[in-house]
């Protein structure tokens, strides 16, 4: 027993070194856009994409109504499967084009959903700044679909669903809530929660307040240091496929307002010059840990032993360190002679 353990540990420590690898990759052209807005006739091949919020006290749509949704696969660049928490996100910057000229006003700072609320609502505070922000958020999935299997062309909503009421898009803006959990931010103003987004667009050269012109690159530099951004772009590149919402809450009346709109990749523009369409630019370091090192934080330790002990007995887990088809007593003299 003991030589089979020495064996066994002998390969743990010395056949499986921890590896760390840095992939920086540059994405010229999105894989997939779509103006994310009930009355688009034209899912995936409008040549434009527009964001804007609901009439303020209107209980129809979303409070944010036309979304923007930008997606980049990546798992041909960047290997796949290895389990989320081996991806540490470095950096992760979008930028996107403005397809129409000094219609809106320049706002680089969040405002909060109290700007939002019908004047005659008490909680109503005007806003302090011109213009209203372009926010970027992940994208969440509902009715059936999820990240592998929406693609730009899918309904909007459900058949059965009448697009006019809120909350029954398939695919939303989506940010973690206080409690931690990922939730549909596309009501927020109905919700009085002012989320949090993975990053507010800026304009270089631009002063807050002036019109935005035509041709203007706004950017979006995601917050890595986020755990929540963290999380969200380490689950995406695990599964090879990165979908993020650009929303923002711009003040629209029915059928009319002045809204920013942006250039999709199949905009003549585009496709003629090949610049105007979102790009993405992202840092990735991946981590193939020792087995023993359960978590791959770099260390064998009291966290590693609680993931064993939580998989005691069960078959076909990392946590099988010996290879025998389960986890079991050998399994925890191999963690614990490893122990940093």
């Known amino acids: 027993m003991q030589t089979r353990l020495a064996t066994a540990l002998s390969a743990l420590l010395l056949t499986y070194p921890a590896v760390a690898e840095t992939y920086v990759k540059h994405y010229a052209s999105p894989a997939v856009d779509r103006w994310n807005y009930p009355f688009n006739p034209t899912p995936g091949t409008r040549i434009t994409a527009s964001t804007f919020g609901n009439e303020p006290g209107s209980p129809l749509f979303d409070n944010r109504d036309g979304q923007f949704i930008v997606g980049f696969n990546t798992s ?78 899918s309904p909007f909503a ?27 931010i596309s009501n927020s103003v109905r919700n009085r929660v002012t989320p949090t987004p993975f990053a507010v667009g800026t304009i270089s050269g631009l002063k807050p307040g002036e019109l935005v012109p035509l041709g203007s690159t706004m950017c979006f530099e995601l917050d890595v240091s986020r755990a929540d951004v963290q999380e969200y772009l380490r689950d995406a590149i695990n599964a090879g496929r990165l979908r993020l919402t650009v929303s923002s809450l711009t003040k629209v009346v029915q059928q009319g307002g002045n809204f920013p709109q942006f250039y999709c990749r199949e905009n003549p523009v585009v496709v003629v010059t090949g610049v105007g369409g979102a790009t993405l630019s992202i840092e990735v370091s991946t981590t193939t840990c020792v087995p023993a090192d359960l978590d791959c934080d770099g260390m064998v330790a009291a966290s590693d032993l609680s993931l064993l002990l939580a998989s005691w007995g069960v078959a076909g887990v990392t946590a099988d360190l010996d290879g025998d088809g389960i986890v079991g007593a050998s399994d925890l003299s191999l963690l614990l002679a490893a122990w940093s």
């Open 76 to 153: 041909a660049d960047i290997p796949t499967g290895l389990g989320s928490s081996k991806y540490t996100i470095q950096s992760c910057t979008m930028t996107i084009t403005f397809a129409n000229d000094f219609v809106v006003e320049y706002d680089n700072t969040v405002d909060p959903y109290t700007a939002f609320l019908p004047e005659s609502d008490p909680e109503y505070v005007a806003d302090s700044d011109l213009g209203q922000p372009i926010e970027l958020f992940g994208v969440g999935f509902r009715n059936g679909y999820s990240l592998l299997d929406w693609n730009e062309t």
């Open 158 to 184: 459900p058949a059965s669903a009448t697009v006019l009421n809120p909350s029954v898009r398939n695919a939303y803006a989506t940010a973690r809530n206080a409690s931690g959990s990922w939730i549909d």
